[in-house]
């Protein structure tokens, strides 16, 4: 199955930084969805973007949905030690017929210098 | 509150062994999802169940078997077919079936054989 394209792997930044990552896909997606995932725990979501153009904002968090609705980015500002974790995208496929499920990529591991 | 509970934490298995994983939720969402989790391989599908006593295989369906007979439980079985399970196993659940309203995840179980 697909999996999505998730850059950088992994990030050491310092406190107060501003981090960004970002996810492309092979295929159109109709929604794009960001989720950090603290160590031993699962994934909770936090962005979810469902047309293309769009930015949000959660916090210090902005994700937008790509104009060819093939790539989402996420950026975090003024990083704090509680950013650490690892951050995954996921994306629904606007062409998967009935089976809903989730592509992910696979994770950029965050960690922040105080 | 409303989630998913995922039981247990830590499991250990000796080689050769079968070995169940439980999910459940009382979130009355109708689709449930288990993943497996490898470092740096991000999530990858075992098995989902859109609707109660039906279920379909995943990307990495080999070596697992699952049952669907009620809403809120979503078992997975790790058979002796499975020639690397030590991983950590997440299950998850979307509301209305629709997957781009995002999964919510269970907390994991980690899985290592001894």
């Known amino acids: 199955g697909q999996q999505l394209n998730q850059s950088p792997q992994s990030m050491f930044i310092q406190e107060g930084e501003d981090v960004s990552m970002n996810c492309t896909s092979s295929?159109?997606?109709?929604?794009w969805l960001w989720y950090k995932q603290d160590p031993g725990e699962g994934p909770v979501l936090l962005i979810a973007?469902?047309?293309?153009?769009e930015l949000t904002s959660n916090g210090r968090l902005t994700a937008q949905f790509g104009i060819t609705r093939k790539d989402s980015f996420l950026n975090i500002s003024a990083s704090i030690p509680s950013d650490v974790g690892i951050y995954f995208c996921?994306?629904?496929?606007?062409?998967?017929?009935?089976?809903?499920?989730?592509?992910f990529g696979k994770g950029m591991k965050l960690t922040v210098n105080p | 509150d409303g989630g998913i509970t995922q039981s247990p934490k830590y499991l250990f298995r000796k080689e050769g062994q079968n070995v169940t994983l439980s999910c459940e939720q009382n979130?009355?969402?109708?689709?449930m999802y288990w993943y497996r989790q490898d470092p740096g391989q991000g999530l990858r599908l075992i098995y989902y169940?859109?609707?109660?006593?039906?279920?379909q295989k995943g990307d990495i369906a080999e070596g697992y078997s699952v049952s669907r007979e009620k809403k809120e439980s979503f078992p997975l079985t790790v058979t002796s077919a499975q020639k690397n399970p030590t991983a950590f196993y997440l299950c998850?659940?979307?509301?209305?079936?629709?997957?781009?309203?995002?999964?919510?995840f269970g907390s994991g179980t980690r899985l290592t054989v001894v």
């Open positions: 973007l469902y047309k293309a153009g």
């Open positions: 295929s159109i997606f109709n929604t």
């Open positions: 169940s859109q609707i109660v006593n039906d279920f």
């Open positions: 996921a994306g629904r496929e606007a062409a998967q017929g009935g089976s809903e499920k989730l592509v």
């Open positions: 998850a659940s979307i509301p209305g079936g629709k997957a781009n309203y995002g999964y919510t």
């Open positions: 979130l009355n969402h109708d689709a």
